[in-house]
């Protein structure tokens, strides 16, 4: 069988999505809901109450043994075994060139038991990649993908609506901490992290229980005005909190670096790991180009694949651009040379053979008051 | 259904006719299709256009599309309200969502264009 007749993956939420009036798209192989009420009045929700997120398309990787923390401090370019039990990170997994294979959330589930999470479209790529590179320790990778149902909840009425439900001690549960527990009675792992600049949880459960979760969530969330979100407004949420998206930030061909993620490859982590020579040939020598942020200043939106122009110059190209529902202007993420790259330069992007003012600024696009 | 006094075109325009004066928008199903409108560009007074020829952009949260003048006339008035209410095109799309008036040229292509029934069957059709 090729990839290309192989059938969409189904969310254990299909139906529920139907019945919410959503429309569904292929996306990285699963019929995903991309809108419910409408992109717009979903980012708000998530911004002013509260948003649930089927992401049960993404890949749940499970790392376990003696040598589990030793494994991924090889495989990846942060230091797992420096997390506490019950904290995470963000990490990314190079090739040997240092080219971004994805970008994940690591979580220290205990000693010797850690999860991986992958996004759906690079989920077999980081299986894969992960098996052959743990297979020299003591260390066994589960890949429960698709056994795994992953519900998120975000927004500032997250942590109200979630508390009746669990027996996690939210407020101890602090921001990239997850803990072992149950929601509604169902049990799974409550993690505090997100992709939309909110805070919120994200929840993993059996694939079996999912539906049972989300009834529970979008019943008691009801009086908080707890809204189904679809993709699109996870796209925009995500950039406005200036957070990439691999495929359009992040590539093979892009080193951690350029994509200011530079502090999350720990160089001075103890042993060789996949990428550790081609990276620290970046360090020293600095990067060509830059991801920045650029705010329109003229009549327009900057979308994927744009120009970017400085002067007479070709400059860089957009990865991401929308009109940004919280600050009311079109915002965009793009690569940039370096010397172009400061907050404040002026630069244009060819929109439809036309050039627009752009202005570099510094990220996040939003950022929640706390 | 559509509204009956309106002609379209297979790319979801809709134009009202009266005289050699022409009224050109998307249909709700186009905008519905197209999800949160939050940006419309659109040609200049005495820009000539020619029937089926592109003659603006709009652009959803996600999309960028593009328009398609139904009939061939000259640009007579483009809807200055849609830079700064771009949603009129989902809320109103036969009203105040309109996007340009045309000076035809050939009002006889008008016979090209579907009629409301066939547009609803095209829409129906998916």
């Known amino acids: 069988m090729t990839e290309t007749a192989a059938a969409l993956h189904h969310t254990p939420l299909e139906a529920r999505h139907e019945a919410l009036g959503a429309r569904l798209i292929d996306f990285a192989g699963w019929l995903m809901p991309v809108q419910y009420a ?9 911004r002013e109450r509260a948003g649930l997120f ?31 039990e019950g904290r995470a990170h963000y990490s990314m997994i190079v090739g040997p060139d240092g080219g971004i294979i994805d970008d994940l959330i690591v979580y220290r589930l205990a000693a010797e038991r ?24 003591k260390a066994v990778l589960d890949d429960r993908s698709m056994a795994t149902a992953l519900i998120a909840i975000q927004g500032p009425r997250s942590v109200e609506i979630v508390r009746p439900l669990t027996d996690v001690d939210l407020d101890a549960l602090r921001y990239y901490a997850i803990a072992d527990g149950s929601v509604a009675g169902i049990p799974g792992l409550v993690a505090r992290t997100g992709y939309t600049g909110e805070d919120g949880f994200e929840i993993f459960v059996e694939t079996s229980r999912a539906a049972e979760l989300w009834d529970a969530l979008l019943a008691a969330g009801a009086a908080d005005g707890l809204a189904p979100i679809g993709l699109g407004a996870r796209d925009t949420l995500r950039l406005e909190a200036g957070m990439p998206l691999y495929g359009n930030e992040l590539d093979r061909s892009t080193n951690p670096f350029e994509a200011n993620l530079g502090r999350v490859v720990k160089l001075a982590k103890r042993g060789d790991f996949v990428g550790r020579a081609a990276l620290e040939k970046v360090a020293a020598s600095g990067v060509t180009r830059r991801l920045v942020g650029l705010v329109m200043r003229g009549r327009g939106i ?14 860089g190209v957009v990865t991401s651009g929308t009109q940004s529902p919280s600050l009311g202007e079109a915002v965009a993420l793009g690569y940039v ?22 202005e570099v600024v510094a990220l996040p696009f939003y950022r929640r008051e706390r | 259904m559509v509204p009956s006094d309106l002609r379209y075109t297979k790319d979801h325009e809709w134009v009202r006719v009266d005289g050699d004066v022409a009224t050109v928008g998307i249909t709700e199903y186009a905008a519905s299709q197209l999800g ?4 419309v560009e659109l040609p200049d007074a005495g820009k000539a256009l020619d029937q089926f020829a ?21 640009v007579a008035e483009a809807n200055g309200a849609l830079a700064g209410s771009p949603e009129l095109v989902n ?36």
Do not use: C
């Open chain 1, 38 to 46: 409408g992109i717009l009045d979903e980012h708000r929700a998530v």
């Open chain 1, 54 to 84: 089927d992401l049960s398309h993404m890949g749940e990787l499970f790392i376990e043994g003696p040598e589990a923390g030793a494994a991924l401090a090889f495989a990846l370019v942060t230091d797992p075994p420096a997390l506490a």
């Open chain 1, 114 to 137: 850690f999860l991986v999470v992958a996004n759906a479209s690079n989920a077999h790529v980081v299986s894969d990649a992960l098996a052959e590179r743990l297979a020299r320790f």
């Open chain 1, 302 to 315: 900057a979308r994927h694949g744009y120009p970017i122009h400085a002067g007479t110059r070709a400059t």
């Open chain 1, 337 to 358: 040379a370096t010397a172009d790259a400061e907050p404040g330069t002026m630069v244009e992007v060819e929109i439809r053979g036309q050039r627009v003012p752009a």
């Open chain 2, 36 to 39: 949160d409108i939050v940006f």
């Open chain 2, 54 to 74: 592109p003659f603006g952009v709009v652009e959803s949260v996600k999309a960028v599309s593009d328009l398609f003048a139904p009939l061939s006339g000259a």
């Open chain 2, 91 to 126: 809320s109103e799309p036969y009203e105040g969502g309109w996007m340009i008036r045309l000076t035809l040229t050939n009002p006889a292509e008008v016979d090209e264009l579907l009629d409301a029934a066939a547009y609803d069957a095209l829409i129906a059709a998916g």
